[in-house]
Each structure stands twice: as C-alpha cells, then as structure tokens.
C-alpha cells in the first residue's frame, strides 16, 4: 500500500533495513540463482496470461504484451546465471607479503519506483539484478498498472522509497531520440524503422523517436512512403489480432498527445498525416499516429517528449547538418540512422551524443544483457541491465591481508 506520510515511509524502510541486514548472508548464490530462475520459468510458462493482462492494462498489442513478458522472464533467466558468476580479484600487493582481495558487496535495500509504459519489463530489468547482487527490493510500479507488478514476483512489496542524501540512484529521464534518414538510405529500411520507431508501443517508449531528421534527397520520397505505411497501420483493441497500434493508456495521456498535436499546427508544421481521434467497438483512448512534415528543431513539438504516437519530420541538406540537429537536445538516450554509407554509420556511432545507436534499425527495442542508459537529461547514475547492473547493486571492497 502507498505511504501517505513522510514518517511512516521512513519506519517502514528503516525497519526493513534491520530486518534484512543478514540478508546476504542468509541467501546463498544458489539460493538467489533457484528464486531467480523459478521467477524467470513461471513468467514464461504464463506468458500468454501475463501479455494479455499486459495488454488490457497498458494497451499494447497482444503480440507486444506476450513480447515484453517473455523479455522480462529472460531478464530474469540472465540474472539467475549472474548468481553463478560473481566474481572478484586477487592482486599481488607492491608490498612483500600481503595479498589484495577485491569484492563486490550489496547496497542493502533497493528503492525501485517503476513508469507504466513497460509494467512487466522494466520491473524486472530493476528488480532481478537487485535481487541477484543481494540486495532487498521496497518496489512501488505504476499506479496505471499495477497487476501486471503483482503478477510478476508475490514476494515484494509495494512502497515508496524515497531519495536521501548520500544515497545511490539511478534515474532513467526520457529522451527526444532523433532517427536520421539520409539520401544513400535503403527507402523501405528507413521507412520500417522510423514508424516502428515513432508509433509502435503507441509511441509510449522512452526510446521512441518522434524527431525524424531526413536530408533534402531523399525527403520527399520518404515522407510520402511513410505516409503509405503509416494509413496501413490498424488502431484497434490491443487484444485484438490484426491490430498495431492499441489505445494510449488514459486519458490524461491522450490529452497530453492531443494537445501537443494542436501546439505543432500553432507552431507552423504541417500535419501530414493523422492526428484524429477514432471510435472503436472496444472502448478505448485511440489515436491516429500524427505525422508532422515542414518541422523545425526549435518548435516545442522537437524539443518535448511527448510520450505518445506523434512525429515530426526535420529535413536538413546534408549529413553533417543531420548530426548537428540530432545532437542539438538537453537529452540523449538513444538515437538511429538509416544509410548504406559505412562512412557516415561509423562516423554517427563515435559522434551521436546518445547512450545508445541503432544502424538501419528503430530507436527502441534493446538486448537485456548489454548495458542500458543515455546521456544527459536523459540519464543520471551507471548503467542498467546485464554485467553492468553490477555498478548499481553493490559496493567495491578492497581487502587487505598480511601473509
């Protein structure tokens, strides 16, 4: 249940932390690798049931509900192995004699507050390596979703943690993630990715790219190509076959969506494609993917995270100007380039400054055991997800014996 008053968070975390103290020591690594596992084996074996309560809270598709359950249950298969795997270092001392034992130690107790837009996989990219590294969970999920939190684990606890001084956190603060499209682009690559990138998941990822920076030779046909796949695109219930696109998550959601759509036509871009609001059998909060063209980077449209399925297209005249619109941003999680050019793919890699860079594929969709995070306002404290999580569950010890 949510603490309503700073004092009673306070006695509950505190008393958590003396009743967890001999935590580690209690929990062997196999016995966190058997609680890991046995998680990781239940959420695949349900992940038909737990994709379409996914589904019915979030509104995702059916296929990306069951997606994003079976990433969480390999998330935590992958933690389950780290249990097995923890390691440290013996190094020779400059001093005759002594030897130099390195370890890694947990933190004690984890706040984990999650967001509602991946309620199944987010948890558990947090909440498996916490547990994995030793530590104990106090995890409050989104309000909007709530089910799909209790589902996943019936050991933790819901509760907020609160951030206090002198204590690690790790923060994930969203983006404005830029997709370059350039003249050498594969036309029918680029297309694929920029709208899986902008409308998928309902543009409800902090990954999604709604700046969408094409250069002058290659604008018109993309834009019109786009806007081709994008009248394809099937709104409907989430649960139902054939859809691609499931409702925005409420209300105050789709406000924010609509809202913005008025703001990019105040500003001078020209709605191209979508925007309307649609009526279905099932009742829901549906959108048409909005696709903006004759946008600028200084609109608010290209600047602010809308958080839902609407895009604007930027175009610019050449490479260099691309990257220096794409990097023009106080945020930098991910970013993507379409190009058949291995020059301008390798340069884009070294120089987009963003935590993650995807090559002729969407901004959003990330592996769970390679490091997860961006730059900027889009990220404070180390990585997430795979060896990495290591950085943020435990403490480096250093120790030092006399042979």
């Avoid at 370890?103 to 558990?124: D, H, K, S």
């Avoid at 993309?222 to 499931?246: N, P, Q, S, W, Y």
């Avoid at 175009?315 to 058949?340: C, H, K, M, Q, W």
């Amino acid at each position: 249940m949510p603490f309503k008053h700073n004092a009673a968070r306070r006695h509950r975390i505190g008393s958590m932390k003396f009743k967890v103290t001999n935590w580690p020591s209690r929990s062997g690594i196999l016995e966190r690798h058997a609680i890991l596992k046995k998680t990781a084996d239940e959420i695949l074996a349900r992940k038909d049931e737990l994709g379409r309560l996914l589904s019915r809270e979030e509104g995702k598709t059916l296929a990306e509900g069951i997606g994003e359950t079976v990433r969480a249950g390999q998330i935590f298969e992958f933690f389950a192995g780290e249990t097995l795997r923890l390691a440290g270092e013996v190094v020779p001392s400059v001093r005759p004699g002594i030897g130099v034992e390195i370890t890694r130690e947990p933190v004690g107790v984890v706040g984990i507050i999650t967001p509602w837009n991946f309620p199944i996989a987010i948890p558990a990219w947090k909440v498996a390596p916490a547990l994995c590294y030793g530590n104990t969970v106090v995890f409050k999920p989104a309000e909007l979703v709530p089910g799909c939190s209790w589902a996943i684990v019936d050991i933790l606890h819901r509760a907020v943690a609160s951030v206090e001084h002198n204590r690690k956190y790790q923060l994930e603060m969203g983006g404005k993630n830029p997709f370059v499209v350039l003249d050498d682009a594969d036309l029918s690559v680029a297309v694929e990715a920029a709208v899986n990138s902008a409308f998928f998941s309902t543009g409800q990822r902090c990954t999604a790219s709604s700046r969408i920076i094409v250069t002058e030779g290659i604008h018109d046909r993309f834009v019109a190509a786009m806007g081709e796949r994008i009248k394809g695109l099937v709104v409907d219930d989430a649960l139902k076959a054939g859809t691609h696109i499931g409702p925005v998550v409420d209300q105050s959601q789709l406000n924010q969506d609509t809202d913005y759509i008025a703001i990019g036509k105040k500003e001078g871009a020209k709605l191209a494609f979508g925007g309307e609001l649609v009526s279905r059998d099932t009742p829901g909060f549906y959108l048409q993917p909005a696709l903006f063209t004759e946008a600028t980077n200084d609109m608010r449209i290209s600047r602010e995270e809308i958080f839902g399925p609407v895009a604007a297209v930027i175009r610019v005249r050449d490479y260099d100007e691309a990257l220096a619109v794409a990097n023009d941003t106080p945020f930098g999680l991910s970013s993507g380039i379409a190009t058949t050019s291995l020059k301008h793919a390798t340069h884009f890699k070294r120089n987009a400054e963003v935590g993650m860079v995807m090559v002729n594929l969407p901004t959003a969709g990330v592996d769970f055991h390679v490091p997860f995070g961006g730059r900027k306002a889009s990220s404070y404290g180390p990585r997430e997800q795979g060896k990495y999580a290591a950085e943020f569950y435990t403490n480096v010890k250093t120790a030092y014996t006399l042979a």
